[in-house]
C-alpha cells in the first residue's frame, strides 16, 4: 500500500543549530514530493517540490530536502534554525498517475532560545 | 495572481445540526478542487476532490458531502453533525493537470467544534 512516514512526531532544537526532519515513503514507482509548512490555525505552505533532476531541491525559507531513491526517503534540512521556524511540517506524496498527495502525520518543530 | 478563500474561519456547532462550509478560488480556470480534513495528531485526510463542475470524488464515507455548483467553488456539507466531525478544514485547489505537477495551494482553513 502507499504510504507516506514521518518518523517524528516532535522535535527540539535550539535557535541556530541544525535541522533535519525524516519523510520516507512505500509507492511502487517514484512519486512526487512536497514539504508543506504549517503555523498554528493557518493552512498549509508549500516549501519545496521535487518533480525529478537534482536530487537536492532548494525551497522558501532557506529551507531545503535531498532526494534519496535507495533509501525512499526525501528529508527536510536547514542549516540554522530560527525562532520563526517553530510550526508543523508535513511531507507529501503523490503519484505521478495520481490526484491528491497524501500526508504524512506531521512533525511538530519547538525552537528554543 | 490565484487566491482561494475559506469560511467561516471558526465553527461552533451542535450535534445533529447541518453544516456548510465554502470555498472559492480566484485567479485561475478549472481548478482541481480539494477538502482536506486535519485532526489532532493525524494528520490530513482527503476527504473530497473535484476535476470539474459537479464531479466529486469521494474518499472516505461519512456523513459529509460536497458538491462543485461552479467551476471555482466548493463547498462541503452535512445534514447532521457528529461530534467526530470535529476538526480542521482545509480547502485547496491545483492546476489542472492534477496534483502530480501541480502543488497544492491552501486556504486558511475552518475550525470546526462540534457540541
Known amino acids: 500500500a502507499q504510504s507516506v512516514t514521518q518518523p517524528d512526531i516532535h522535535i527540539t532544537v535550539s535557535e541556530g543549530a541544525s535541522l533535519e526532519l525524516r519523510c520516507n515513503y512505500s509507492?511502487?514507482?517514484?512519486?512526487?514530493l512536497f514539504w508543506y509548512v504549517q503555523s498554528p490555525g493557518q493552512g498549509l505552505q508549500l516549501l519545496l517540490k521535487?518533480?525529478?533532476?537534482?536530487?537536492l531541491v532548494q525551497g522558501i525559507k532557506g529551507f531545503e530536502a535531498e532526494f534519496k531513491r535507495s533509501q525512499s526517503s526525501f528529508n527536510l534540512r536547514k542549516p540554522s534554525v530560527h525562532w520563526s521556524d517553530a510550526a508543523e511540517y508535513f511531507c507529501?506524496?503523490?503519484?505521478?498517475?495520481?490526484?491528491?498527495?497524501?500526508f504524512g502525520k506531521g512533525t511538530s518543530l519547538l525552537v528554543t532560545p | 495572481s490565484q487566491t482561494i478563500h475559506q469560511w467561516p474561519a471558526t465553527l461552533v456547532q451542535p450535534v445533529g445540526s447541518p453544516l456548510s462550509l465554502e470555498c472559492t478560488v480566484e485567479?485561475?480556470?478549472?481548478?482541481?478542487l480539494y477538502w482536506y480534513r486535519q485532526a489532532a495528531g493525524r494528520g490530513l485526510q482527503l476527504l473530497f476532490y473535484?476535476?470539474?463542475?459537479?464531479?466529486i470524488s469521494s474518499e472516505v464515507p461519512q456523513n459529509l458531502s460536497a458538491s462543485r455548483p461552479q467551476d471555482r467553488q466548493f463547498i462541503l456539507s452535512s445534514k447532521k453533525l457528529l461530534l467526530s466531525d470535529s476538526g480542521f478544514y482545509l480547502c485547496?485547489?491545483?492546476?489542472?493537470?492534477?496534483?502530480?505537477?501541480?502543488?497544492?495551494?491552501f486556504g486558511n482553513g475552518t475550525r470546526l467544534t462540534v457540541t
Open positions: 485567479g485561475t480556470s478549472n481548478p482541481n
Open positions: 509507492y511502487g514507482a517514484t512519486p512526487y
Open positions: 507529501a506524496v503523490v503519484a505521478r498517475s495520481g490526484y491528491a498527495l497524501n
Open positions: 473535484s476535476v470539474g463542475i459537479g464531479q
Open positions: 521535487y518533480f525529478s533532476g537534482d536530487t
Open positions: 485547496a485547489w491545483s492546476g489542472l493537470a492534477g496534483a502530480d505537477n501541480s502543488p497544492l495551494h
